[in-house]
């Protein structure tokens, strides 16, 4: 199982960004899959998780304004974020549980299986 991060980078405040994850080693269709972020000093975060049935939850401080979705085809999980606030800025990991399901654990992370190296993000003028 391989799961590899891309598109991190600096952007403005109120700007836009995706992060993608390509996967290997199981479909994205069937498995729990998402994005965590970290940011040091803090508690790891839950971003945004999608089920086998593309049923997503989010955490409250990104509802509204970040959209995660899959591409069954490419086998990758993609997080697209808009209205950029300084406090996005983080380490964000692609994860995957080998459940069909998220909300066994979700917004915690004990139900994770794997999770790829992290792509940074800085949101900063």
């Known amino acids: 199982v391989r799961l590899e991060e891309s598109g991190g980078g600096l952007v403005q405040p109120g700007g836009s960004l995706r992060v993608s994850c390509a996967v290997s080693g199981f479909s994205v269709s069937r498995y729990c899959t998402g994005w965590f972020r970290e940011v040091p000093g803090k508690e790891r975060e839950g971003v945004a998780v999608i089920d086998s049935d593309g049923f997503s939850n989010y955490a409250d401080s990104v509802k509204g304004r970040f959209t995660i979705s899959r591409d069954g085809p490419k086998n990758t999980l993609h997080l697209q974020m808009h209205s950029l606030k300084p406090e996005d800025t983080a380490t964000y990991y692609c994860?995957?549980?080998?459940?069909?399901?998220?909300?066994?654990?979700?917004?915690?992370?004990?139900?994770?299986?794997?999770w790829g190296k992290g792509t940074s993000v800085t949101v900063s003028s």
């Open positions: 994860v995957a549980a080998m459940s069909a399901e998220c909300y066994t654990f979700w917004p915690g992370s004990d139900g994770l299986d794997y």
